[in-house]
């Protein structure tokens, strides 16, 4: 006997469908999220089951493959099948033109992928907890990254409307020196009046060096001429741009936190130091790599679906004469973004990877299609070759 359940996931409740082999449906129900949501399911389908639980199959269809729903699915002994949205959205056009949508719909949808197609569907992958620790820190150290990238920006943005001197004085917006200084004088006439031995202390505190060079540079720059915005709108400009520093200030602290959260889970983990004697992996990219790879040696069917997974392989466009390559846009951005950055690291550090990426560029191979071909070229880094 086997069942198929489909399990549509919003904010604070499950929509579940449960079918048998020929698609009758069994069972339709809103379960709560959380344990009260969870001891229901495990009722429905012990009511179904009977005392046939030993001769009974049960796959189960699902959105995500993370959290502690799918966890507590995972851990009852549940064959967890993780369905890409992407897939689901295509399967439910099968189902109907209309182009109507619901959560008990899209229940019904998912019931009926695992019955038809729990062959060609990704189980949830059994990643240990140290590496799922792993990922939650990397995640959320380079999303902040990211968000350093973007509040940096828009600093720029804001001295270009009024402050435009900042910009030539001002090597690094977001580094600790630039955003001591912007916070004691966010507007022109402020910053003129900064002495050496200010912005000197400032540098000093950073680490800087030639401290007097850069001083003399600094406060020169800030002295220039510039055009400028009225006062009351340079005052205006100069609120935004405290309040930029304030979140920057912030960022960089939570992001060198972090940094030393990521590097204590992934010392932690027993194939750090195989990772690491990859060329252009250092801690945190490393911790990044494994983190999104996941530790599950039993994930992936072949090198080519772990290629297929980071987005480092081409998708082949054949319709009758007419053949072409092109880069494969759905995959997982993180860990393309980290095996790009391996890749682009290990150009200084390994002839090996710097001889074929030229021969890449040399056959006319752009920047960016040579440094996904390199990733490719490297041994997977948990997984001795």
Not at 209 to 218: E, G, H, L, Q, S
Not at 334 to 341: E, H, N, V
Request: aromatic share 4%; proline share 4%; with cysteine.
């Amino acid at each position: 006997m086997r069942l198929f359940v489909g399990d549509d996931w919003a904010e604070d409740h499950h929509d579940v469908e449960v079918m048998d082999t020929s698609g009758r449906r069994l069972v339709k129900a809103r379960l709560p999220e959380g344990v009260a949501g969870m001891t229901r399911l495990h009722s429905i389908i012990g009511d179904l089951v009977g005392e046939d639980a030993d001769d009974t199959e049960v796959l189960i269809g699902i959105e995500t493959d993370r959290g502690p729903w799918v966890g507590a699915l995972v851990a009852a002994g549940y064959p967890v099948l993780a369905v890409y949205p992407l897939q689901a959205a295509r399967f439910r056009d099968r189902l109907g033109v209309s182009g109507a949508k619901s959560d008990a719909g899209d229940a019904h949808v998912l019931a009926d992928m695992v019955r038809t197609h729990s062959h060609e569907l990704r189980p949830v992958a059994g990643d240990s907890a140290r590496a799922e620790a792993i990922k939650v820190v990397a995640r959320m150290h380079k999303m902040m990254i990211w968000e350093r990238t973007r509040h940096t920006q828009r600093l720029r943005h804001a001295l270009r409307d009024y402050f435009p001197a900042a910009l030539v004085g001002f090597e690094d917006l977001d580094a600790a020196d630039t955003l001591e200084l912007l916070a004691k004088a966010p507007t022109p006439a402020q910053a003129a009046r900064l002495t050496t031995t200010q912005i000197g202390a400032a540098l000093k505190g950073a680490r800087r060096r030639n401290v007097a060079d850069k001083a003399a540079t600094i406060a020169a720059a800030l002295r220039c001429e510039h055009l400028g915005q009225p006062e009351v709108v340079t005052d205006a400009d100069a609120a935004t741009v405290r309040a930029l520093v304030a979140v920057l200030t912030v960022l960089n602290s939570q992001i060198k936190t972090l940094g030393g959260q990521v590097d204590a889970h992934f010392g932690q983990h027993p194939a750090a130091e195989i990772i690491l004697s990859q060329p252009g992996l250092g801690q945190a990219l490393g911790a990044r790599v494994l983190a999104e790879f996941g530790d599950d040696h039993d994930r992936y069917a072949s090198a080519k679906a772990r290629k297929n997974y980071a987005g480092t392989s081409p998708i082949t466009r054949a319709s009758g004469r007419k053949k072409v390559a092109v880069a494969r846009f759905v995959h997982n951005d993180r860990l393309l973004d980290a095996l790009t950055s391996q890749a682009f690291s290990a150009l200084s550090r390994s002839p090996g990877a710097r001889a074929y990426y030229d021969k890449q560029r040399a056959l006319g191979v752009g920047h960016n299609p040579a440094l996904r071909q390199l990733a490719n070229s490297r041994p997977c880094p948990h997984r001795p070759s």
